[in-house]
C-alpha cells in the first residue's frame, strides 16, 4: 500500500512509525483528560502512560525477534528498525504489565485503577496501529480473489485482515468504555480487554499468512491467546464472586 507517506530530504516517514505516534498521541490526550475527572493528577499519568509505550515497544521488538530469530540473525542492522513494523504484542503486554505494576507500586497508586482507567485507550491506539500495519503491508492475510485486496508489496491479492482487526479493536474500545463509565469491579475492564482481545486475535490468526503453525494447526500467537483467554475468564469469574470491592 503506501509504507512511506513521504521523504523531506534525509527524512522519511513511514506510514507505521506515524500510526503509533498519532495512536499514542491521541489516547494519551484521552486518558490524561479522564484522569483529571477522576481526581488522578495527569503529568503521573502520562509519565505512565509513557513508560508502557515505551516498555510495550521493547518487549514486543524482542519477542518479535526471538520468534524470527534466523533471519536477525542474518540481518543484526534490522533489530531496531522498528518503522517498518515487526512487532508481537504478547511480548509487549508482558514488560509493559510488569512496567505499569512497577512503576504504580513505586507512586503507591492502585494498580487495578491505573489499568482499568488505561486499558481501553490501548485497544483504540491498537485499532490505530493497525491502520499503519495496513499501509505497511504487514500483519497481512491469506491469498484470495474474492475476499482480499492487492497489495503492491506483496504483489497478491490478500485478505486484510488488518482492516478486520482495526475494526474489531474499535468494538472492544466501545465495550469497555461503556462498560467503563457503568459501576464495576476493580480489575474487571481489564481482564475484560484481556478476554476480549484473546478472542479476536485466536480467530483471525486463522486469515492471517504471516504466522507459521507451531502446534495443532495452530500458530503461538493462538497458543498465547488460548492462555490469555483462560487467565481473564478465571479472573473476570472471582472477580464477579466479589473478591474485588466494587468501585
Not at 477522576?38 to 518487549?59: M, T, V, Y
Amino acid at each position: 500500500m503506501y509504507p512511506i507517506i513521504c521523504e523531506l530530504g534525509p527524512f522519511t516517514i513511514y506510514s507505521y512509525g506515524l500510526t503509533v505516534v498519532l495512536g499514542f498521541s491521541i489516547c494519551v490526550f484521552l486518558i490524561t483528560r479522564q484522569a483529571k475527572s477522576e481526581g488522578l493528577n495527569k503529568e503521573l499519568i502520562f509519565n505512565i502512560c509513557f513508560s508502557i509505550l515505551l516498555s510495550g515497544i521493547i518487549g514486543a521488538r524482542l519477542l518479535y525477534i526471538i520468534l524470527n530469530f534466523a533471519y536477525f540473525f542474518r540481518h543484526p542492522a534490522e533489530m531496531v528498525m522498528i518503522n517498518r513494523g515487526g512487532l508481537a504484542w504478547f511480548g509487549g503486554l508482558v514488560l509493559s504489565g510488569l512496567t505499569c505494576v512497577i512503576y504504580s507500586k513505586y507512586k503507591r497508586l492502585d494498580v487495578y485503577k491505573i489499568a482499568d482507567l488505561i486499558i481501553p485507550y490501548v485497544a483504540l491506539a491498537q485499532a490505530i496501529g493497525r491502520i499503519g500495519c495496513f499501509l505497511n503491508g504487514c500483519c497481512f492475510g491469506r491469498e484470495s480473489l474474492n475476499f482480499g485486496l492487492y497489495f503492491p508489496v506483496h504483489d497478491a491479492v490478500l485478505i486484510p485482515t488488518q482492516v478486520y482487526s482495526c475494526l474489531l479493536l474499535l468494538v472492544i474500545y466501545i465495550i469497555l468504555r461503556i462498560r467503563q463509565s457503568q459501576k464495576h469491579q476493580k480489575g474487571e475492564i481489564l481482564y475484560s480487554y484481556f478476554f476480549l482481545y484473546s478472542l479476536k486475535r485466536f480467530f483471525i490468526e486463522f486469515l492471517r499468512a504471516d504466522s507459521e503453525i507451531f502446534i495443532l494447526s495452530m500458530s503461538i500467537f493462538q497458543v498465547f491467546s488460548i492462555g490469555l483467554f483462560l487467565f481473564s475468564l478465571v479472573m473476570l469469574i472471582r472477580i464477579k464472586k466479589g473478591n474485588n470491592r466494587p468501585r
